[in-house]
């Protein structure tokens, strides 16, 4: 490796660390002027973090595709049909087996879109807006047929099977919540993080991590990585190397699927420890849109997934209006650090139009006590329109991505 390339990681790793360092400088500093303890709590961010994790399966699922060429609008309902999967499969044969089912189905999903997109050619929007149609009207009927004469089931819904077991690492967890109790500035932020990190901890959580970092280091460390990323930027060319195109687009878009549908597992096993029909919430479009925002990278894919799952996470707990509040503080503050960088980029007009929301968020944070409950359930999505909006001019897809491929084109 080049010397001056590795001085680019090197100082793009200073980077990140700085800046890593900076938001929960910022976020610790918001909890002090705003009282609101909870915005950095264990509980919170354990919420957060259970939040995050469906959308995140969702997003890695979506890399996957979009690495090799298609683009998986379906994800949303490869995510229902593995809730429905891991709900069967758990109630009659226990959570792991739930697991498998999760992935069988949501594969199924993938490998529908892969044969509607990649062998016969159909319009990869389109074909995933169908699957996500389909898939809402299967899994209503089949919830209908299979669980209504269950114990604990009905024509919507079942609960009543076994979920994953949680694990807690013994000392650092209550080390961890000590410290985060006393509200020391930055320390107790960095304790709450790391108590949420070893409290209760799922071991579908732990294996996210484990699938996340084992498709980084496949996509990007290997040979295979390589000609599946090869296939979404320029096929014609992988073509004449002779990479059998048609074969790792199959490969990505099903195991786009199996991750969509574990990411349904974890909403109907740690997540809610029950099944409903339409579980999903629209949390295969935010993954979607985390993908979008992470510019088709596992760790912004993750960056993405944490921010959109926190705002999700506040949502869903009780007495959430003051901690709305002091998010609307944190948001105002990334956003005049980001117009300043739009600035000294020379992006006029977009610093401008950044900054004068950021002050709207001022002016709104200084004139409310607590944000209406009505908006604390749209903040997820709001969050997600909105980022996706300010950041659209950086991103990079792969230059084939949702583009039609024929075998032999590139004669």
């Known amino acids: 490796m080049a010397t001056d390339q590795i001085a680019r990681i090197r100082t793009y790793r200073y980077t990140m660390i ?15 002027i705003t009282g609101a303890d909870r915005i950095s709590s264990p509980g919170t961010l354990r919420a957060a973090i259970i939040a995050a994790c469906p959308i995140l399966l969702a997003g ?33 044969h226990g959570p792991y087996v739930g697991l498998l089912g999760a992935a069988g189905m949501g594969l199924l999903g ?26 809402l009207g299967a899994i209503g ?29 013994p000392g650092v967890s209550d080390a961890a919540l000590s410290v985060a109790e006393r509200n020391i500035f930055v ?26 970092v084992g498709t980084a280091w496949l996509l990007w460390r290997t040979a295979f990585g390589l000609r599946l990323r090869s296939c979404g930027e320029n096929p014609q060319a992988a073509e004449t190397l002779g990479v059998d195109v048609y074969r790792y687009k199959y490969v990505a878009v099903m195991v786009s699927g199996a991750f969509a549908g574990l990411g349904g597992a974890y909403l109907t096993m740690v997540a809610s420890s029950s099944f409903t029909v339409g579980q999903t919430g629209g949390r295969g479009y935010i993954g979607l849109a985390a993908m979008i925002f992470g510019n088709w990278r596992p ?13 999700d996470g506040i949502s869903l707990l009780p007495n959430n209006g003051p901690l709305v509040r002091s998010l609307l503080l944190l948001i105002a503050i990334f956003l005049l ?30 004139t409310t006590d607590a944000v209406p409950s009505a908006f604390t359930g749209m903040t997820p999505y709001v969050i997600t329109l909105f980022v996706l909006a300010v950041a659209g ?7 084939a991505d949702g583009k039609p491929y024929r075998r032999g084109g590139a004669g």
Do not use: C
Not at 19 to 31: D, Y
Not at 60 to 80: D, K, P, S
């Open 18 to 32: 700085l800046m890593a360092l900076a938001v929960v400088a910022t976020i610790a500093a918001v909890r002090v």
């Open 393 to 399: 001019a950086r991103l990079r897809m792969p230059a």
């Open 110 to 135: 993938g490998l529908l879109h892969a044969v509607a997109t990649v062998s016969f050619g159909v319009d990869h929007i389109i074909s995933g807006v169908a699957i996500n149609i389909i898939s």
């Open 187 to 212: 320390v107790s932020d960095v304790a709450g993080a790391v108590a949420a990190l070893t409290t209760r901890v799922s071991l579908l959580t732990v294996l996210v991590v484990v699938l996340v």
């Open 299 to 311: 760790s912004g894919v993750v960056a993405g997934s944490l921010m959109f799952g926190y705002t």
């Open 141 to 169: 009927f089949l919830a209908k047929s299979f669980f209504e004469d269950l114990e604990g089931g009905g024509p919507r819904n079942l609960s009543g099977y076994e979920t994953l077991p949680n694990i807690t690492v």
């Open 60 to 92: 890695i699922g979506g890399l996957w595709a979009e690495r090799a060429g298609i683009v998986n609008i379906g994800l949303e309902g490869q995510m229902l049909l593995g809730t429905w999967g891991a709900a069967f499969f758990a109630y009659h």
């Open 337 to 366: 650090a980001y117009a300043v960088v739009k600035y000294r980029s020379t992006e006029r007009v977009t610093a401008g139009v950044i900054a004068a929301i950021a002050v709207l968020l001022l002016v709104w944070f200084a």
